[in-house]
């Protein structure tokens, strides 16, 4: 069973500064099947990044991903108040089995 | 526009049973992968369970195999969730989910509450 293991657990930052969240996989994974999403206080989930680097529909370019193997990151440039959220990233494989970080939560000075 | 609105979340009695519906609408519901992913108070992400296009094939978390079952009536546009013997570890936000080519779930509804006391 793959673990993905999300860091920091908060981070804390300020306005227009940049934000790197970390999702390290127990094992290699396929970069295809790497989503990440972003969970807003009182709202659903919702679709940022799939495939480790293309971004969802309607999804700021501020937001970008990168990754590969056992090592992936989320990259919010120019941090927004709006941007106050958890973020959480997947990984889907054959088993099949979706299994979701622990989340990093992100927190605007 | 795609809309995904869950509904049938409810305060139920230790093993005791329920179902949860899933509506949808903006899309062709028939030709898509769908899910149930589930949020304990305060916790992270869980999946639940997922579907194929046409039924045929149902997965699930190791764990809640044999008290879930998830199905679909292309016919009505919905998914379902039934759940038996509940216990107090199933008290979550229940979510429906759409997926994406990649596995990805694109789209989301607003979620419906399950409470199981203790």
């Known amino acids: 069973e793959i673990v993905l293991t999300q860091s920091p657990g908060t981070l804390s930052l300020s306005p227009g500064e940049r934000a790197t969240l970390s999702c390290r996989a127990s094992?290699?994974?396929?970069?295809?099947?790497l989503a990440w999403y972003q969970q807003k206080p009182g709202q659903a989930p919702r679709l940022l990044i799939y495939g480790a680097s293309s971004r969802a529909t309607g999804i700021p370019d501020r937001f970008s991903g990168s990754g590969s193997g056992t090592d992936f990151t989320l990259t919010i440039s120019r941090l927004e108040p709006e941007d106050v959220a958890v973020y959480y990233c997947?990984?889907?494989?054959?088993?099949?089995?979706?299994?979701f970080g622990q989340g990093t939560k992100l927190e605007i000075k | 526009e795609v809309q995904l609105v869950e509904s049938g979340g409810d305060l139920v009695q230790p093993g005791e049973s329920l179902r949860l519906s899933c509506a949808a609408s903006g899309f062709k519901f028939s030709t898509y992968w769908m899910s149930w992913v589930r949020q304990a108070p305060g916790k992270g992400l869980e999946w639940v369970a997922n579907i194929n296009q046409d039924g045929s094939e149902k997965y699930y978390l190791a764990s809640l195999r044999g008290r879930f079952t998830i199905s679909r009536d292309n016919a009505k546009n919905s998914l379902y969730l039934q759940m038996n013997r509940l216990g107090v570890d199933d008290t979550a936000i229940y979510y429906c989910?759409?997926?994406?080519?990649?596995?990805?779930?694109?789209?989301w509804g607003q979620g419906t509450l399950v409470t199981v006391p203790t």
């Open positions: 997947q990984h889907y494989d054959s088993s099949p089995m979706y299994t």
């Open positions: 989910a759409r997926h994406g080519p990649y596995y990805e779930a694109d789209y």
């Open positions: 094992q290699s994974v396929s970069s295809s099947y």
